[in-house]
């Protein structure tokens, strides 16, 4: 049998969460959520939006992903918005001076079926 064994304890499978660190317009968290469902991604968590929330701008632009606006979680922090995380990968269009290491798609992919492996 093919495919991926979900049986394995010890990882939480259930995909993805998307983190936005304080979105300045209502309109990008919405078109992030319309993205998220273009892809069955389903966990949107906002730290500190700029125009607060919940935000109509946000449901507007959402064009069919009500669904996931409406189950947002709202954080204050990073901190917080990813202490039940186990594996984290963050971008960004800036360009930063990091020390953090940096990984393309590809070697972050290996990273993660590594992991769940």
């Known amino acids: 049998m093919s495919g991926t064994d979900k049986t394995k304890t010890g990882h939480d499978l259930r995909g993805p969460v998307v983190i936005l660190v304080e979105p300045q317009l209502g309109e990008n968290i919405g078109m992030a959520a319309r993205a998220m469902g273009n892809f069955a991604l389903s966990q949107l968590r906002l ?20 669904h996931i606006l409406d189950h947002v979680e709202l954080f204050d922090t990073v901190t917080e918005a990813v202490a039940d995380l186990d594996l984290l990968f963050a971008t960004t269009a800036r360009a930063h001076d990091q020390a953090k290491p940096v990984v393309g798609p590809e070697a972050a992919a290996r990273e993660i079926v590594a992991y769940v492996a």
């Open 47 to 66: 730290v500190n939006p700029r125009d607060g929330w919940p935000n109509i701008a946000a449901q507007r632009a959402a064009a069919g992903a009500d």
